[in-house]
């Protein structure tokens, strides 16, 4: 099972940018649960959004109205759209899933996750 992350990059605040992660090594949708975290320096890893197989989201107060988590089953890819974006939004940005159900007060947590990608870096100047 690999999880491979893409779409990094630096940008002005108020700017956009589309995360990828491209997974193999299985069936996208054996997964329960994908999800994307960051990590600031010196900050715990946070999850931003999370998606399920039945489609369901979640997100992260700071970023609802602005951040859009999507899939596609056939691509084995799940996305994150990040629009407006903050200096406050930089970090390093992670993809992560799990085969197992995982309550919905879990999928906050990174230790919910199994398998995770190796991060792409997003900085946002102001």
């Known amino acids: 099972v690999q999880l491979v992350e893409s779409g990094g990059g630096s940008v002005q605040a108020g700017g956009s940018l589309r995360l990828s992660c491209s997974a193999s090594g299985y069936t996208y949708s054996s997964y329960y649960c994908m999800g994307w975290f960051r990590q600031a320096p010196g900050k715990e890893r946070e999850r931003v959004a999370s998606?399920?197989?039945?489609?369901?989201?979640a997100y992260a107060d700071s970023v609802k109205g602005r951040f859009t988590i999507s899939q596609d089953n056939a691509k084995n890819t799940l996305y994150l759209q990040m629009n407006t974006l903050k200096p406050e939004d930089t970090a390093m940005y992670y993809c992560?899933?799990?085969?197992?159900?995982?309550?919905?007060?879990?999928?906050?947590?990174?230790?919910?996750?199994?398998?995770w990608g190796q991060g792409t870096q997003v900085t946002v100047s102001s």
């Open positions: 998606i399920d197989r039945d489609g369901i989201t």
């Open positions: 992560a899933a799990e085969g197992k159900y995982i309550s919905w007060w879990a999928r906050l947590l990174p230790t919910a996750y199994k398998s």
